[in-house]
């Protein structure tokens, strides 16, 4: 299904009515309405291409469904989400009485490889926040921003949604609110309250502050862009793009990398698993446990490479 076939595909009243319960029901965030909006009109779409509807969709058409979205080459990690959104959708559609039946209630699950994360190691991340170590304004909200992130695994959009009100930084404290609107309070280090306090002075945010804001919750937000207004989560992005080629760093970097390093490093210097769960806000301790595999094939790696009889056969 191409992109246009999407967009021209209307969102049926019964989806609408279906995104505007996780908000009201669920309190899931703006971010992750959107992207069942999406997998829900592509759905739709495909549906309609195939002469039916969610009102009429079988476990055979869905099975072609998942055939179909194989074929095309699609990461079984985002078959998986978009599985995840039709079968939330037809569960809802049969408690608010639009069908009788569950046509996924038997269908088979994808299956998803666990994915090992991949984080910078301590010097990488030193280079990148000395990249970010200069005089500018724009300099220092990108080192308070890293230094932020790196500190607390904070994730971007948790970040860039802070306002000033959020951030304590005599007790050097940061409320951020997470998936589901659930809030959490978690500490940062001298590192990142320096940065931060750097931020806020005259030559730092006061600097980027426009004679009139373009919108009132701007003026509350912590990190601006150069105009003036909040930074937006892409813009967060790309910064950490343009200071990682600038710190040369190779391969992928994005910012939940950075969230990977925060988790890894404190598990590394004996951070026990349960306050980094609570830190990172995982509902799952299982989530937070990858980091710990992450943790031990480091150890194994340093071991093998640094250990004199680690190889040593007799």
């Known amino acids: ?15 609408e009515g279906f995104l505007a319960h996780l908000v009201a029901e669920r309190g899931r965030s703006a971010n992750t309405v959107a992207a069942y909006r999406r997998d829900l009109r592509a759905y739709v779409a495909w549906l309609g291409a195939h002469d039916a509807s969610p009102d009429t969709a079988t476990i055979d058409l ?21 599985l995840a959104a039709i079968r939330t959708f037809h569960r809802y559609l049969v408690v608010e009485g639009g069908r009788a039946d569950d046509p996924t209630a038997l269908l088979d699950g994808v299956r998803v490889p666990a994915g090992i994360p991949k984080p910078l190691s301590e010097q990488q991340v030193i280079a990148l926040l000395d990249a970010a170590s200069g005089p500018s304004p724009l300099d220092r909200r990108d080192l308070a921003l890293l230094e932020l992130l790196y500190a607390t695994g904070a994730r971007i959009s948790e970040a860039v949604g802070l306002s000033i009100a959020d951030l304590d930084l005599d007790a050097r404290l940061v409320r951020l609110l997470g998936k589901g609107s659930k809030e959490r309070i978690v500490p940062f280090g001298s590192a990142a309250g320096a940065a931060l306090v750097r931020w806020f002075s005259p030559d730092g945010r006061a600097a980027l502050v426009p004679r009139q804001w ?22 967060g992005w790309t910064m950490l793009k343009r200071r990682g080629a600038q710190a040369g760093i190779d391969g992928e970097l994005s910012p939940h990398v950075l969230r990977h390093s925060c988790a890894t ?50």
């Open 1 to 15: 299904m191409t992109a246009s076939t999407i967009a021209a595909a209307a969102t049926p009243i019964e989806v």
């Open 265 to 314: 490093h404190l598990l590394d210097h004996g951070a026990d698993l349960r306050v980094v769960q609570e830190m990172l806000g995982h509902a799952s301790i299982s989530t937070t446990q990858i980091y710990t595999k992450v943790s031990q094939d480091r150890l194994f790696e340093v071991y093998r490479s640094a250990h004199p009889r680690a190889t040593t056969a007799r």
């Open 214 to 235: 373009k919108r009132r919750t701007d003026a509350e937000a912590v990190f601006l862009n150069a105009r003036g207004g909040r930074l937006s989560r892409q813009a």
């Open 62 to 82: 869905l099975v072609d469904l998942i055939a179909d979205r194989r074929a095309s080459g699609v990461a079984e990690s985002t078959l998986a989400r978009q």
